[in-house]
């Protein structure tokens, strides 16, 4: 158990709708990074948000947002869903602000766009 | 900018002999290496990490790595496998400042004879 948390585990939904996943880091990270897993893609970077603060942005389309409130957990916002958008979501904790420390993921939201 | 390539999209060894997985990374910064691994439909775990300490690096389970900077490796190894590493195997490289802040390799899939 790395002590990321992530809801929900799976979700089914249509083209065109909206949906929310959560990510509660481990306690005391203050970073949280969400990655997108597909066939296709392979692994990648969504955007890393640090004390509340949008830090990075890797290869995010515009139809989606995330955001990090003070307790710290953070969501990320998919909207007007596609077929390909459909793939595993992982957001990770770390403690640090240059992701040069360990990364501790959560077990992952299946999103499946029908 | 950064990037990673795994040399080997998949491995295949007999239970009890050497793994080797390739890495090779290109970096503008000084980079933060990282051997991540993911069992069949669970999240990531940290196998080890380079972080600009010793060059030759141990991880869990038995496993190795050694930077090489001349060459812009950080090849994987383990002096023998078993049945229960078989499983994907990403090479991460992360220090970057934005939209390359953290970039995973394809993966290796590594599957194990018995």
């Known amino acids: 158990d790395s002590g990321v948390t992530q809801t929900p585990k799976h979700l089914i939904t249509a083209t065109g709708q909206r949906v929310t996943l959560r990510c509660s880091p481990r306690?005391?990270?203050?970073?949280v990074y969400w990655y997108q897993q597909s066939l296709d893609q392979g692994l990648q970077f969504l955007i890393q948000y640090y004390n509340g603060e949008e830090r990075a942005k890797g290869n995010i389309l515009e139809r989606f947002s995330a955001q990090q409130f003070p307790d710290l957990h953070s969501e990320l916002n998919l909207s007007s869903l596609e077929l390909g958008d459909s793939a595993l979501y992982f957001c990770?904790?770390?403690?640090?602000?240059?992701?040069?420390?360990?990364?501790?993921f959560g077990p992952g939201t299946r999103l499946l766009v029908l | 900018a950064q990037s990673v390539t795994q040399l080997d999209s998949h491995v295949s060894v007999s239970e009890g002999t050497p793994v080797l997985l390739r890495c090779n990374y290109s970096?503008?910064?000084?980079?933060?290496l990282f051997w991540y691994v993911q069992h069949p439909n669970k999240g990531l775990q940290l196998l080890l990490k380079y972080t600009s300490a010793a060059t030759l690096v141990k991880g869990i389970n038995g496993f190795e790595a050694e930077f090489k900077k001349s060459e812009t490796s950080f090849h994987l190894t383990k002096p023998s496998a078993h049945m229960s590493d078989a499983a994907e195997y990403f090479c991460v490289v992360s220090g970057g400042t934005s939209y390359d802040k953290v970039i995973f390799g394809p993966g290796t899939s590594l599957s194990v004879i018995p």
């Open positions: 990770a904790s770390s403690v640090d602000l240059w992701a040069r420390e360990t990364q501790y």
């Open positions: 306690s005391g990270d203050l970073s």
């Open positions: 970096s503008s910064y000084s980079p933060s």
